[in-house]
Structure formats: C-alpha cells, structure tokens
C-alpha cells in the first residue's frame, strides 16, 4: 500500500521535476501557473510547513505533557477520570471543527490577546514580532494546530506513565523525593521513549494536517510564503494542494501540486525516520516490572 | 498481654537492665491503619531497639507490610490507605503535624520487595540518587559517598570497574543490594526492608541476610519475611503478627524455642500461614 501511493505519487511529480529539475522545484520560490510564464518552487511551504509544525511542538508538547502529568501522577482519582474522558473527546474531534472555530472565533482572541501585546511590546526590538498581526498567519496556525495535537500527545503521555510501575514512584519517595521530585526522577525517564513516540506522532499529524492550516494561515504564494515574523502569512505544503488542487489549470500545474505532495510525503519520512533514531539513541528501554494498572 | 509486659519480657530474654522507653530507637504506639474501610492494623504497639535487627513475620495479609510502611510514612502515600497513632523515632513522633514526611523517608530508609533500581540510571547515579535530591553537588563528595555506600552494601568489590554501566545490567541479587546501597547513601537512622529476598535465589538471599547482620552495627534494621528460617537467622528480635494484630513480640531466640501464645507456636512449626 504505502509503495503503491510512493509510486503514484512519484510518477504524478515526474514531468514538473523534469521541467523544474529536482533541486530547482525544491529550492525555487516562484509559484506561477499562468500558461507560459509557468515557474513551481516548492521552499516557501517546506519552510511554511516546519515552522507551522515547530510553533505547534513548542507549544503543544509541554502543555501536552503538563497535561498528562497532572492526570496521571498529581489530581485526586475523582478528578483524572472526567478530564481524562474530555480530553480523548476533543482527541476525536475533526479537525475542521477545530479550523472553523478558529477562523471565526479563536483568531480573534489570538489577535488580540496575544498578538497584539506581543507586536506592541517588542515590534521595535524582534524582528520575529515585526509584522503587524492580523490574526490569520503563521502564528495562529502554529496555536491551532498545538491545540489539535495537545488531545493526542497528552492521551498517549497519560497512558505511557500509567504503566510506569508503582515501584518506581516509591523507589523514590523512599529517598526522600516531593512527588514532583518522584515524577522527575522516576517516572519522566521511565516513560521517556513513550514520551518522544507520542510526540513524534503528534507531529506527523501537525505536518500532514491539511484543512485546519488552510483556514488561519493567511494562504499567500510564492516567495511571500516564507514566512519573514511570527504574525507573517504563510502556507504549507498540505494546505497548497487543498487550495490549488480543484482549480488547477494544467497538467504542469497538476504535477507541480503532486509534487508538493511527494516533498511532503518525503518530510514526513525524514522526520519519522529522524524521530526513530533519535529515540534509539537516547533511551535505554526499561525491561522487567509490570505497571500498576 | 500490655507493653510493659512486652517489655519486661523482652528484657528478661536478652537478660539486660530494665531500660525505659527513651532509649528505644523506634516506639510504635497504638497505630491504626485503613486500605479505605478496611482495617489492615490493630492498635499495634511495638518497641524496637537501637542497632538491632527486629523482623515482623507472619501469614500472608497479616499487616506485617503495611507496619513497616508506616514507620516511614509510605503507607499513606497509597490512595485511600489511612493512619492513626503514633511512631516515636528518637522520641519524636514522625506522625506529628509538624514533620514532613519527606524529611521522614530521609532518615528512615527503605529497600522494597522488588529491586527497583532506576533503569535509566547507571550503578553511580543509582546510588547518588537521593543525594541529588537533597541538593549535593559536589563531585567529590559525591564519588566518596557512592563508594562507601558500596561498600557498605557488600557490592563495591563487584562493581567498582563498571559504575557508569545501567543498574539494570545487575543480576538480580547484586541489583537488590544496589538498592540497599541507594538507602545507605542517605545515611539512616533506620532502614526498612520489605521481604528483601523474596525475588532472589538462595545464594544472592544469603548474600542479602549476611549483609543485614552486618548492617546492624550502624543502623536499627527492621525487616518483613515471609520465610521463617530467615528471621531466625538474621534477626535479634521477630513479631509475630495475625490479622492485623501483633499476636507476640520477643527475643528471637525466645520466639521460635518458646512461645507463648499457642498461634505463634502453631505458625512457626508450620501448622498454618
């Protein structure tokens, strides 16, 4: 299956990276379709995709993980249970809802909670502030898609250190640890490569998420798309393809689109493959003793 | 039979002068203790002398480990396990409003049933564990305190060439008394031991009890066993315990030779439990 869609989506891209040359389409910042002046380059939603992601992960990961944390190891039972439930029903919600909701709501906050004091304390001093916010940009994205992804990390977070085993916790109250001192030395490297995994896959859902993206990130083409502030207009590769796939007007325009979605499949690759290692190297996997539950 | 009975027998079995209650190391005073609505201890008083070894046995679901964790305020740490009484450490009550429970654990040590080295740790951090957490950095200071701790938990010789691998790569008699080592780097007045053999062969167990009865000499050691011929061995002093209740509380010796209660004399000759 998964060679099937490689290979369809690879002979889909063949005529725009004979046209564009493979390093030409990936590095190139023009977006043209107009017949004759044609020009595909695909740098500015490479760069509009991992930043929207990395807003995301820096944002959604340690409140995914705080999240958990509380449920798992700190809140009375009587109150894990119905944030638990809440939070596996916000993990089920599409993330349309989530992009709607943003787009007539939640941006507005965004603006003028966040942006706005952000742009008018430090536009003078940061570049990334720079920009005068609108609401639909870079950073709003980054916000929605953290909270799209917060439900699954902290789900998946929750759960890797319900199995940490008991044993563990008391190994370290005995030395005398506060129970958050007993998180941080007993459970967090217990859990750690379940951890990482969780985190991993809530970015493979943060870099491949289409329709949510599409809706707050501002949809600018060409080399407007490289994102310049945190509060600039962008687009990634998913939400391009959305947007152009209906109304594309040649067949080098199709394959230019597919191609973006080749780049895409090929980041998305990276990033596991990348994740996997990193986790290989930098956790011993526990063996032995079972969970509490 | 009241406490001072208990005592005077105790007394007039290790033949020593009539000592008063200050000089005991651990006095347990009418302690409670609930798992939710159900009673785990029976008004329990015990006393437990100063560098001596005391073991608890009896039948399984007797209370013996849920005494020994609450002579180092572990019991209540378990959801809706509850405690009431008094434990006198040094004549001060761990259980006193003022005191917190964490400094408690400092100075009372524990090695569980289970060892439960940190995995992700190697052998040296292991033991610096509860160092770090008290907030010592020095390296040195450090290094010295892992050694000794070793040493003192009978693994230095095996493992002095290999600190830095995981505490995991340990048999698992070796990773146990890493464990006892982790306890002894805190330096306890008191060190608590959970039916510390009841994972291990017999050889690494007999390295365990070797190193109790050594151990003795600079800490009170209370232990819970399962296994009968193993408080014989190890201990000065054993308490028979029933149902939540401490059925009889002796010298060891006077224990399993004579004892007084008919259900002491039944459980150690293996009638039941």
Known sequence: MVCLVTFSVFRGSIQIFSYEGVIGFLTGT??????????????????????????????????????????????????????????????????????????????????????????????????IFAKYPFGLDLFTAGIVLAIMIIPIISSICREVMRVVPNSQREAAYSLGATRWEAVRIAVFPYAKAGILG???????????????????????????AIPTTLFSQSQTLSSLIANEFNEASSDLHLSALIGLGAVLLILTMIINIGARLLVRKMVKVPTGEKGRR | MTVEEVMREEEAAVAGPIETTDRYKVVIKEINAWFGRKQALKNINLNIKDKSVTAFIGPSGCGKTTLIRCLNRMHEMTPNARVDGQVLVDGADIYDKSIDPVVVKRRVGMVFQKPNPFPTMSISDNVAAGLKLNGIKDKNLIAEVVEESLKGAALWEEVRTELEKPGMSLSGGQQQRLCIARALAMQPEVLLM?????????????????????????????????????????????????????????ATSQIFKNPEKELTERYISGKFG
Do not use: C
């Open chain 1, 30 to 127: 023009d977006w043209n379709a107009v017949e004759g002046r044609e020009s595909f380059g695909a740098l500015p939603y490479i760069v509009g995709t991992l930043a929207s992601s990395a807003i995301a992960m820096v944002i959604g990961v340690p409140i995914s993980l705080g999240i958990a944390t509380f449920v798992s190891e700190m809140s009375p039972p009587r109150l894990a249970a119905p944030i638990s439930f809440v939070i596996e029903l916000l993990a089920a919600v599409p993330s349309i809802i989530y992009g709607l909701w943003a787009l007539f709501v939640f941006r507005f906050w965004i603006r003028d909670l966040i942006e706005m004091p952000l742009y008018n304390a430090f536009h003078g001093s940061l570049p």
């Open chain 1, 198 to 224: 969780a985190a991993i896959l809530g970015l493979g859902r943060a870099v491949g998420e289409t329709i949510l993206v599409t809706l707050v990130i501002g949809n600018v083409i060409g080399i407007a």
């Open chain 2, 194 to 250: 959970d039916e510390p053999t009841s994972a291990l062969d017999p050889l690494a167990s007999s390295k365990i009890e070797e190193l109790v009865r050594s151990l003795k000499e600079h800490v009170t050691i209370v232990i819970v066993t399962h296994n009968m011929q193993q408080a014989a061995r190890v201990s000065d002093f054993t308490a028979f315990m029933y149902l939540g209740e401490m059925i009889e509380y002796g």
